[in-house]
T-cell receptor
Framework: KNEVEQSPQNLTAQEGEFITINCSYS?????LHWLQQHPGGGIVSLFMLSSGKKKHGRLIATINIQEKHSSLHITASHPRDSAVYICAVRSTSGNTPLVFGKGTRLSVIA | ETGVTQSPTHLIKTRGQQVTLRCSSQ?????VSWYQQALGQGPQFIFQYYREEENGRGNFPPRFSGLQFPNYSSELNVNALELDDSALYLC?????????????FGSGTRLTVV
């Protein structure tokens, strides 16, 4: 079982829909990252969370440390939001800077 | 403030050859980590360098090696390439090893081994 699990693996939405991507992890963490990866590979860091909730534009990220779960929400989705969204955690054990989920591929259709 | 730059962007090598990938860290960052991302998978940690010393390594064989230079740029070297080494190689820079300030990722080098 992977230390970081994301769901769904693939998601297709109509423009304007509210989108939720989930991330569950099984290790103790000091921080959780939400990343966006576009075709071609470049990764953009969206959020770094250790507790609570953060908002940036149409993106909202929440984390529940007790439940070891985080969600990324996109409001009023747009075709330019189409990308792979990756959850990554900074584990408090071991020497690995980041442990990544496999990503959620989002396609937003106009 | 410049971001993280990786070169080359694409590379094709033959099985058994050696390859060197390069990464220029974001200004002010002294830590660089390298990741391998196979198609359809999340990135996997290869190793990390802090102030020119390796201070963390993932589950990769010794033929994966690295360097960090005084200007904090970095190289990833892979010897005796295998077909399974075909992947996107990402580097990320950060300030220190506590990672309070997050990471800046490069766009990656896509390596194809034939």
């Amino acid at each position: 079982k992977n230390e970081v699990e994301q769901s769904p693996q693939n998601l297709t939405a109509q423009e304007g829909e509210f989108i939720t991507i989930n991330c569950s992890y099984s290790v103790g963490i000091s921080a959780l990252h939400w990343l966006q990866q576009h075709p071609g590979g470049g990764i953009v860091s969206l959020f770094m969370l250790s507790s609570g909730k953060k908002k940036h534009g149409r993106l909202i990220a929440t984390i529940n440390i007790q439940e070891k779960h985080s969600s990324l929400h996109i409001t009023a989705s747009h075709p330019r939001d189409s990308a792979v969204y990756i959850c990554a955690v900074r584990s408090t054990s071991g020497n690995t800077p980041l442990v990544f989920g496999k990503g959620t591929r989002l396609s937003v259709i106009a | 403030e410049t971001g993280v730059t990786q070169s080359p962007t694409h590379l094709i090598k033959t099985r058994g050859q050696q390859v060197t990938l390069r990464c220029s860290s974001q200004s002010g960052h002294n830590t660089v980590s390298w990741y391998q991302q196979a198609l359809g998978q999340g990135p996997q940690f290869i190793f990390q360098y802090y102030r020119e010393e390796e201070n963390g390594r993932g589950n990769f064989p010794p033929r994966f090696s690295g360097l960090q230079f005084p200007n904090y740029s970095s190289e990833l070297n892979v010897n005796a390439l295998e077909l399974d080494d075909s992947a996107l190689y990402l580097c990320a820079s950060s300030q220190g090893t506590v990672f309070l300030y997050g990471y800046t990722f490069g766009s990656g080098t896509r390596l194809t081994v034939v």
